[in-house]
């Protein structure tokens, strides 16, 4: 298998992001969303991503998008520190420490951006996010019942957070 590069997203990796995000999504499983967004708005959603050097990294396999990890910032003044993770990899490449590689990456990225307290939210059975998320020093801060619903099946979610830099001080 040719190596997998884990860098941070271009703009010409639009399409080849919005196919792997379309292909988790549609697993209908572990993303709140079940289908990517329109190209045009990926490309867009890049596009700023990339003008602002946001903390969003991608897994390259043969010039492809296999898996992606980012962290958002809040818009709010306040809350300006506090980003949220999103992440997903193909099913084929999955439990081969991937994930871990582009968590990593990208939890430094959004700390050297200044954001010191990042959350996630993670359905209570995708019990290998979970251990990676644990793994890299997240803990639990809570169980949120019904907080998902696909094709009418409540699902609990676990809420998570990492702090980092000043924040991991500051408690
Ligand atoms: C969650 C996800 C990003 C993890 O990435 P990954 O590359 O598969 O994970 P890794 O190989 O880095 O392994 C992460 C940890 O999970 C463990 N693990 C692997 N398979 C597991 C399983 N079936 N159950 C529990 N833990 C498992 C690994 O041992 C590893 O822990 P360790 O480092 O302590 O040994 C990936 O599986 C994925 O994209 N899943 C679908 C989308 C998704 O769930 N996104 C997150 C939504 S919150």
């Not at 809570?142 to 609990?156: E, I, L, Q, Y």
């Amino acid at each position: 298998m040719p190596p997998i590069d884990i860098r941070p997203i271009q703009t010409a990796d639009a399409a080849s992001f919005r196919a792997c995000l379309d292909a988790v999504a549609r697993e209908r499983r572990y993303l709140a969303q079940v289908e990517a967004p329109p190209l045009e708005r990926v490309q867009q959603f890049v596009a700023d991503s990339v003008a602002n050097d946001a903390a969003q990294y991608v897994a390259m396999r043969d010039g492809q998008v296999v898996g992606w990890c980012d962290v958002f910032a809040h818009w709010a003044h306040a809350l300006q520190h506090v980003g949220t993770l999103g992440m997903g990899i193909m099913a084929a490449h999955r439990g081969q420490g991937l994930g871990r590689r582009l968590i990593e990456r990208t939890l430094q990225h959004a700390q050297d951006k200044g954001i010191y307290r990042v959350v996630l939210e993670a359905r209570e059975d995708n019990h290998r996010a979970i251990r990676l998320y644990e793994s890299v020093g997240f803990v639990r801060e809570g169980r949120a019942p019904c907080a998902m619903r696909f094709d009418g099946v409540f699902h609990t979610a676990i809420t998570m957070a990492r702090l980092q830099g000043p924040a991991r001080d500051a408690q």
